[in-house]
């Protein structure tokens, strides 16, 4: 069994805990295992990187912890609530606990930096009585973006895109951070400026974040390194407490 819990002493209660999760791609004869028997714990705070080949599997597991797709076989508790078999309504309730970052930025190309930050702060109900444009601005200073506040995206470097998608993903300051190859596109001093940002908002808000990269440069920046091969979480020399 590929078994990646965490010691018990001092034992947290998971933010993410995952149990003999298998999952397949396809009906019938067509019908394909991607995921084979993933047993992983995370607890709040722990940054994790999740590394390996194309196609191994990795962004199938992440879409999974984050409630976009559907687990089919086995248990996936995300903020110990099972999302096998949940309704929408509580996929849609744990979603708003977690901050998703992608490799393509997804901003609205129609909306300022504020407005695509504070368009995070609108599906919460409990800021709507607050200034959000004051909260997103302010979010905006903190990824070092103050001075874009009012730019479109197609005025902005990479960089500057990838800090807006952080800055929007942590607004609402979630419990869980997603973030899929978030430096891929970047050039290397970019690269590590996006995550040393995310690892410092992290620290500052009290998230766990799941950070999927093929970037050897950045593995540094993890409490954990968890490797994943052919569906399979990989035992890896890498895969364990950084420093232990």
Do not use: W
Not at 89 to 99: A, D, P
Not at 135 to 164: C, I
Not at 180 to 187: F, M, S, V
């Amino acid at each position: 069994m590929n078994n990646y819990q965490l010691p018990t002493t001092n034992y947290q209660l998971p933010v993410i805990s995952i149990q003999n999760l298998n999952h397949y791609f396809g009906q019938g004869e067509l019908k394909k295992q991607v995921l084979f028997n993933i047993n992983l714990e995370i607890v709040s705070g722990e940054i994790i990187i999740m590394t390996g080949p194309s196609g191994s599997g990795k962004t199938t597991l992440l879409s999974l912890m984050g409630g976009l797709r559907s687990a089919q076989e086995g248990s996936l508790k995300i903020l110990g609530q099972e999302i096998r078999g949940a309704n929408k309504q509580l996929l849609t309730r744990l979603r708003c606990q977690i901050g998703y970052i992608f490799q393509a930025h997804n901003l609205m190309s129609f909306l300022t930096a504020k407005q695509n930050v504070r368009m995070s702060l609108e599906l919460h109900d409990r800021y709507l009585a607050e200034d959000l444009n004051a909260k997103a601005t302010a979010m905006l200073e903190s990824v070092g973006l103050g001075h874009r506040v009012d730019y479109y995206p197609e005025n902005l470097s990479g960089g500057q895109k990838q800090r807006v998608a952080i800055a929007r993903a942590l607004v609402s300051h979630p419990k869980i951070v997603l973030a899929d190859e978030p430096t891929a596109a970047l050039d290397k001093k970019s690269g590590r400026d996006v995550v040393e940002i995310m690892q410092r908002l992290a620290k500052e808000q009290g998230c766990t974040i799941l950070l999927v990269t093929h970037d050897n440069r950045i593995l540094d920046i993890a409490d954990r390194i968890v490797y994943m091969e052919d569906g399979c979480l990989a035992n890896n020399p890498n895969s364990a407490v950084l420093g232990e």
